[in-house]
């Protein structure tokens, strides 16, 4: 009993250590790489897009055990950030005839201000079968919602250690 009660110890800086290093900082509200690119339409009703996509990584990335801190500013001289952006973004029909989204996102791994991995995601919608009557905010954010979950599963791939 002694002997496990001083492994234990010994291992908990250890553990302690992987838990401060497991953790990396992410924009609060992804931003447009190129707003002059994306429909005014989306821009003027879709406003919370880019804190939803923040929100869906960080909870994704919480899921696989990965502290999430959305922060304002993003500082990549030091610890580890990830620079997200949103590149394109189409949004075409309507819950009528069928919706048909698309977004593109550009991720970025940055430790200690050095680029350890780069990716861009593109996931799209045409609002699912027997979905209702949608707005094309609410497909996005499904969108969103996906990409969040594959951004989380590159990113601990790919584990700055």
Not at 19 to 30: F, G, I, M, T, Y
Not at 139 to 150: C, E, F, P, S
Request: hydrophobic fraction near 40%; charged fraction near 15%.
């Amino acid at each position: 009993m002694k002997v496990n009660l001083l492994a234990a110890l010994l291992l908990l800086p250890a553990t302690a250590c992987f838990a401060v290093e497991n953790s990396v900082s992410l924009p609060d509200n992804v931003p447009y790489y190129d707003k002059t690119i994306i429909q005014a339409n989306v821009l003027n009703e879709c406003t919370a897009l880019g804190s939803d996509l923040s929100t869906h990584i960080a909870e994704a990335l919480q899921q696989k055990g990965v502290t999430a801190n959305r922060v304002a500013q993003l500082d990549a001289s030091q610890g580890t950030t990830l620079e997200v952006q949103i590149v394109n973004l189409i949004s075409a029909g309507n819950p009528y005839f069928g919706h048909r989204k698309n977004m593109s996102v550009r991720a970025k791994i940055v430790k200690d201000g050095q680029t350890v991995g780069e990716n861009t995601f593109t996931r799209d919608s045409m609002g699912g079968a027997f979905g209702g009557f949608k707005g094309s905010c609410s497909v996005l954010d499904r969108v969103a919602t996906t990409l969040g979950k594959d951004i989380a599963a590159w990113y601990t791939a790919k584990l700055p250690e």
